[in-house]
């Protein structure tokens, strides 16, 4: 049944029009219910936002309803950033839409070999290596595959080399390896005496001559001499000294050797080659157990009764392996 309120000065009101329930009137407020007795609202405003937890220009209400809040939350909408290598973004406070990205450009190297050579190989900075990079080695990086003294990669060389082809120390008038041009006569012998000039060794033109002009009122004549280059050769690398002859004469015999002392008086050398057959072609002095620096010397004896001039040509020294 219907009823109303009496209101003083006459009227009333009809409480079939107070739809409201408890739940629609703030906690601890009274209203008249739809039967006329007092209701006690039940609603209760609980919200826990901040105005830095809406977004900027918007409005709301959070535990009084008597009072609208304005929020302030920045709309950054789509935010976009390029990051550097190793770097970092701080992203800002606010809104996002979700269609910012952070991205990063970086610069890629695959795998790849490095061969060493003689110029400095760098792999560049700024980039990320998505393959792996290999310096190559060689197990014969070595000392003894370097020529001394020679360092590589932290290697230093003991190799002191082959020598498979001829050093040339004279070749048709050619000299070389530290060798003057020319040689000196160290001693003569003629007949006797030390004083007479008729065996000579000399360099002339192309060749080295060894020779001795037999005179007709001379008789059982001993002609000697000895010379050597003007220059020591380090001997140490080489197993061989080898010397190419051609001849007119006959000579006694002819020598050729080596020896440290730069005087020596007679033939009296540290290792020699020596022969009576005169054959035109190479001789050789088997050097191979000598090492260090050593005199080289030619010479040769003879004795005739005739009158004859004897002549022997070198027309090359060398040093050999082989």
Same mark, same amino acid.
């Given at each position: 049944?219907?009823?109303?309120?009496?209101?003083?000065?006459?009227?009333?009101?009809?409480?079939?029009?107070?739809?409201?329930?408890?739940?629609?009137?703030?906690?601890?407020?009274?209203?008249?219910?739809?039967?006329?007795?007092?209701?006690?609202?039940?609603?209760?405003?609980? #919200? +826990?936002?901040?105005?830095?937890?809406?977004?900027?220009?918007?409005?709301?209400? /959070?535990?009084?309803?008597?009072?609208?809040?304005?929020?302030?939350?920045?709309? !950054?909408?789509?935010?976009?950033?390029?990051?550097?290598?190793?770097?970092?973004?701080?992203?800002?406070?606010?809104?996002? +839409?979700?269609?910012?990205?952070?991205?990063?450009?970086? !610069?890629?190297?695959?795998?790849?070999?490095?061969?060493?050579?003689?110029?400095?190989?760098?792999? #560049?900075?700024?980039?990320?290596?998505?393959?792996?990079?290999?310096?190559?080695?060689?197990?014969?990086?070595?000392?003894?595959?370097?020529? !001394?003294?020679?360092?590589?990669?932290?290697?230093?060389?003991?190799?002191?080399?082959?020598?498979?082809?001829?050093?040339?120390?004279?070749?048709?008038?050619?000299?070389?390896?530290?060798?003057?041009?020319?040689?000196?006569?160290?001693? !003569?012998?003629? /007949?006797?005496?030390?004083?007479?000039?008729?065996?000579?060794?000399?360099?002339?033109?192309?060749?080295?001559?060894?020779? *001795?002009?037999?005179?007709?009122?001379?008789?059982?004549?001993?002609?000697?001499?000895?010379?050597?280059?003007?220059?020591?050769?380090?001997?140490?690398?080489?197993?061989?000294?080898?010397?190419? *002859?051609?001849?007119? #004469?006959?000579?006694?015999?002819?020598?050729?050797?080596?020896?440290?002392?730069?005087?020596?008086?007679?033939?009296?050398?540290?290792? *020699?080659?020596?022969?009576?057959?005169?054959?035109?072609?190479?001789?050789?002095?088997?050097?191979?157990?000598?090492?260090?620096?050593?005199?080289?010397?030619?010479?040769?004896?003879?004795?005739?009764?005739?009158?004859?001039?004897?002549?022997?040509?070198?027309?090359?020294?060398?040093?050999?392996?082989?």
């Amino acid at each position: 049944m219907a009823m109303g309120i009496w209101l003083p000065g006459g009227g009333g009101a009809d409480l079939d029009a107070v739809t409201a329930s408890a739940g629609d009137v703030l906690a601890g407020k009274v209203i008249v219910g739809p039967d006329g007795e007092p209701l006690t609202g039940t609603l209760s405003l609980s #919200g +826990n936002a901040s105005d830095g937890q809406v977004l900027s220009g918007q409005t709301y209400y /959070n535990t009084d309803a008597k009072t609208k809040r304005t929020g302030t939350m920045p709309n !950054k909408e789509a935010v976009n950033q390029s990051l550097a290598i190793n770097g970092s973004y701080t992203i800002p406070e606010g809104y996002h +839409n979700g269609n910012g990205k952070v991205t990063q450009s970086v !610069k890629t190297k695959g795998a790849q070999t490095f061969t060493p050579g003689r110029s400095n190989q760098s792999i #560049g900075a700024n980039q990320w290596l998505s393959g792996a990079q290999t310096i190559m080695g060689d197990p014969n990086l070595k000392p003894e595959n370097i020529k !001394k003294g020679v360092p590589i990669f932290g290697n230093v060389g003991t190799h002191e080399g082959y020598v498979t082809s001829p050093l040339n120390l004279f070749n048709k008038g050619v000299w070389s390896n530290l060798q003057t041009s020319g040689i000196t006569e160290t001693w !003569k012998w003629d /007949n006797g005496s030390y004083s007479n000039t008729y065996p000579v060794i000399e360099a002339i033109n192309s060749v080295i001559l060894m020779r *001795v002009t037999i005179r007709n009122d001379q008789t059982s004549t001993q002609y000697k001499c000895n010379a050597r280059l003007n220059s020591t050769v380090n001997l140490s690398d080489y197993k061989y000294l080898k010397f190419n *002859v051609n001849h007119t #004469g006959n000579f006694q015999r002819i020598y050729f050797g080596v020896s440290k002392n730069s005087n020596l008086q007679a033939f009296t050398y540290d290792s *020699v080659y020596s022969e009576t057959t005169e054959i035109t072609g190479v001789k050789v002095v088997d050097i191979s157990r000598l090492s260090g620096d050593y005199f080289i010397y030619l010479g040769f004896e003879t004795t005739y009764e005739t009158t004859r001039n004897e002549e022997y040509y070198v027309d090359q020294i060398f040093l050999s392996n082989t």
